[in-house]
């Protein structure tokens, strides 16, 4: 009787040790989930890794999960009229106004903002802080430059660029590529491009080839914009998942969650918010 006691004790401790654990992991596995949301949003929020940094917070702490369509600005936008996306998270702030303006989005706000630089060769220009003077140099000394052709919020400034000296270098690739693939490019073929800060600090290991050239001027800053789509277009539309997602990435916590983002690895924030300015 005493040994029958004592096997009835080791198998209810090894029962115990087993079941236990299960269903400890079956109630950590058991945090609801709302559905899923769709972010139509730049290569350079990608590239970067900030969304791989946010985004299980996201999940954490309001229930959706989130597919991420990572392309350009005019892509992304073009997905919002066409209704496939649940929310943007974009950088070409006056096409993000129209677009809310043509009644395609609910609103526009500030999100964060990093900068552009030009990046090439090293020893060819001579670091300045003066995009036009750079542009000039670039398209006067016939040095290649390679465009993402992309119209993303980047190409779309690089364009501006070029209108305002009013001329387009003969040396000029336009290869309708991201950030991380165009900076590739630019590697490769030893050319000028413009790149946003953020995607060139989480990839610069990778180019032995390219240095900063132009930086930290005005003129290059580059703001990130929320528009949460509008769900008249069709109704499958996920409107709460999308006003969740903008409420959230606006909220002061999350707007110190970007800003911490690239001190760790980089020294310096990849991106500041401008959320609450």
């Known amino acids: 009787m005493k040994n029958y006691r004592f096997i009835l004790v080791i198998y209810t ?3 115990l040790s087993i079941l236990l654990p299960c269903q400890l992991f079956a109630k950590a596995r058991s945090e609801p989930v709302k559905g899923n949301i769709i972010l139509a949003t730049t290569t350079s929020t990608q590239d970067s890794g900030l969304l ?3 985004l299980p917070v996201f999940t954490k702490e309001k229930g959706w999960t989130c597919d991420v369509i ?3 600005t005019g892509a992304a936008l073009q997905m919002g009229r066409d209704g496939q996306a649940d929310v943007l998270l974009v950088h070409a702030k006056e ?6 303006a043509d009644g395609h989005g609910l609103a526009r706000f500030d999100v964060m903002y990093n900068d552009f630089i030009v990046v090439g060769p090293r020893l060819s220009i001579t670091h300045n802080d003066n995009i036009v003077q750079t542009f000039r140099s670039i398209a006067s000394q016939n040095l290649p430059f390679v465009s993402r052709g992309d119209n993303s919020g980047t ?4 364009l501006g660029l070029w209108k305002r000296i009013g001329i387009i270098p003969s040396r000029y690739s336009s290869v309708g590529q991201g950030m991380g693939a165009t900076l590739q490019m630019a590697e490769e073929m030893r050319a000028f491009t413009l790149s946003d800060r953020a995607t060139w600090l989480n ?3 990778r180019f032995s080839n390219l240095v900063i050239v132009c930086e930290k001027s005005q003129e290059l800053l ?5 528009i949460a789509v509008n769900p008249a277009k069709t109704n499958k539309i996920n409107a709460q998942g999308a006003k969740d997602f903008v409420d959230w990435i606006l909220n002061p916590s999350t707007q110190r969650l970007i800003g911490s983002y690239g001190i760790e690895q980089f020294g310096e924030p ?3 918010p401008n959320a609450n300015l």
């Open 13 to 15: 401790v090894i029962a």
């Open 52 to 54: 791989d940094y946010i």
């Open 70 to 72: 990572s392309v350009g």
């Open 95 to 100: 096409q993000e106004i129209q677009f809310v």
């Open 155 to 158: 190409h779309t400034m690089e």
């Open 203 to 205: 990839q610069k290991n």
């Open 222 to 226: 580059n703001y990130y914009g929320v």
């Open 270 to 272: 990849l991106f500041t």
